[in-house]
């Protein structure tokens, strides 16, 4: 970085046939926000420095184009346009009820869907959505059929009736210790004061789910809805079935794809590994392996499409109109040729990470991954806790995060796992080749790392020294790999 204004600098320097449209735009939004705040603009440069420093390897995080960011820094976010496009609780909507027309057409379009909702700001928010939508068309539609059906018009002992009715509703899905999310009954989550909720797991011997088992639990629950999808599981599920079992049971079956919609909407997770065709609402994120800005999205059967289009004023207040502008930017690249390839790229990096580390002699649960994520049991491997590998990954050049794993015993802040994932580094153009090297990186410095012991003579399960020379060598490892693969090649500074 030189000067005091970096736009100004760059456009000095540069001959007008080499400047770039990404480095003029990332100066120029980054001048107006230093103009205000330079220490945010401060942080917004390291955090680029940061991310070009460090290997990615957090499941759950890409790098989204500069398309979709600029989509989203911008003065759509100035404008409110609660209801759903052509019914508008405000003025002036035009553009927002194009855009969102238009993202939700695209995201139809992308995952064959009957309907598609792109107001949830977030996949948690993606999940009330949905939760309120099914209780309002399984629980509470047919109760005001029955009390004469404006809501509006109840006396306080009709509503309240609805009301114990809602919350008494059971959901069955996967226990967050298995890989389940926090929105899907986790305790302390609003899903778990919404819904009795009955969680699935994970078999011991195998890590693996098994339908049957899940099933025989179904018919004892009859649950409302049950719920598949995952943070943590590494494994295909088979929607088909899935969708056999709650037709069994009357349950709505419900898919968080938040983790693997990419992977959905490239087309590498097809046949029964596509929820879409399954399931009758299917949640997610926008920011993961689908590579778009940060958000949430519903996909449903149109049976369900008048009560999704209520998430405002049912939990959602206005609608971010430049993140919606972002996700139509998303789902269009995500239609592309490139994005196929891309999804492809991600399971078969994965694949070739779990089989270096398991080369290598570590514990990767379940043996493998068919998706774009793999936990590795450090603590059965190197004698460390997940903290302990996250802090030294990480002081070696590595960003990634600790991970509960299936009955762990070391609870879940310091855990026994770490979870890798492929999207961000398949983002930047690795393939198998490099993940061997990635590989050798992350367990030259597990190997070398180990837990401090206390004055009393246990183990931490916090402190830890790694050998001084593996850390600095890790580093000039990973430099020279991502020298190779740069983030943002577009953005100089
Ligand atoms: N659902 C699943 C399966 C997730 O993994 C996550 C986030 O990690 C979410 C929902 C929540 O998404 P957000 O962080 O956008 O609220």
Redesign the pocket.
Request: hydrophobic letters at 15%; proline letters at 0%; charged letters at 15%.
């Given at each position: 970085m030189t000067g005091k204004n970096q736009l100004l600098d760059y456009l000095q320097k540069t001959p007008q046939d080499q400047l770039n449209a990404g480095t003029i735009a990332f100066l120029a939004n980054l001048e107006k926000v230093k103009e205000v705040s330079p220490s945010i603009g401060e942080s917004i440069v390291k955090e680029l420095l940061d991310q070009r420093s460090h290997l990615k390897l957090i499941a759950?995080e890409n790098f989204a184009s500069l398309s979709v960011q600029g989509a989203m820094g911008n003065l759509l976010t100035d404008k409110y346009a609660e209801g759903y496009p052509y019914n508008r609780f405000y003025a002036g909507c035009e553009n927002v009820d194009k855009i969102e027309d238009e993202a939700a057409n695209l995201a139809k379009e992308l995952f064959g869907a009957e309907h598609a909702y792109v107001q949830p700001h977030?996949?948690?928010?993606?999940?009330v959505v949905a939760f309120l939508a099914i209780l309002a068309a399984k629980v509470q539609k047919p109760m005001l059929d029955d009390m004469g059906d404006d809501i509006n018009k109840l006396t306080r002992e009709q509503f309240n009736k609805i009301r114990q009715a809602y919350g008494n509703q059971r959901l069955m899905a996967l226990d967050l210790y298995s890989g389940?999310?926090?929105?899907?009954g986790y305790r302390l989550n609003v899903s778990a004061i919404m819904f009795d909720v009955h969680s699935y797991h994970v078999e011991k011997d195998t890590m693996l789910l098994d339908l049957d088992k899940l099933h025989k639990q179904a018919k004892e629950v009859k649950p409302l809805i049950l719920l598949a999808?995952?943070?943590a599981y590494s494994r295909h599920i088979n929607f088909a079935k899935m969708r056999e079992i709650a037709d069994d049971v009357g349950a709505v079956l419900m898919v968080?794809m938040?983790?693997f919609a990419g992977l959905v909407a490239g087309g590498t997770f097809k046949g029964d590994y596509n929820p879409v065709p399954f399931a009758h609402v299917v949640?997610t994120?926008t920011?993961?392996t689908l590579r778009g800005p940060?958000?949430?999205l519903i996909l449903c059967k149109n049976e369900f499409k008048e009560f999704m289009e209520k998430g405002c004023p049912q939990f959602l207040g206005g609608p971010l109109p430049h993140v919606m502008a972002a996700k139509a930017i998303a789902f269009r690249e995500a239609l592309s040729d490139d994005f196929k390839t891309y999804t492809n790229n991600i399971i078969k990096n994965a694949q070739a990470l779990a089989a270096a580390f398991m080369e290598k002699g570590a514990k990767v649960v379940t043996g493998g991954t068919d998706n774009h994520l793999l936990l590795v049991d450090v603590a059965a491997t190197y004698g460390l806790t997940g903290r302990q590998g996250e802090s030294a990954l990480r002081a070696g050049g590595v960003t990634l995060n600790r991970n509960s794993l299936p009955f762990d015993t070391n609870g879940p802040w310091y855990t026994s796992g770490l979870r890798m994932g492929t999207p961000a580094i398949t983002t930047l153009g690795m393939g198998t080749t490099e993940m061997l090297e990635i590989a050798d990186i992350v367990h030259n410095i597990l190997k070398n790392t180990k837990p401090t012991t206390t004055a009393s003579g246990a183990k931490s399960r916090a402190k830890f020294e790694t050998t001084p020379a593996v850390a600095t060598e890790s580093k000039e490892r990973v430099k020279a790999l991502l020298a190779k693969f740069p983030l943002y090649p577009e953005i100089e500074v």
């Open positions: 759950s977030s996949g948690a928010d993606a999940n389940g999310h926090l929105t899907h999808g995952y943070s968080d938040a983790h949640t994120t920011h993961k940060r958000g949430g």
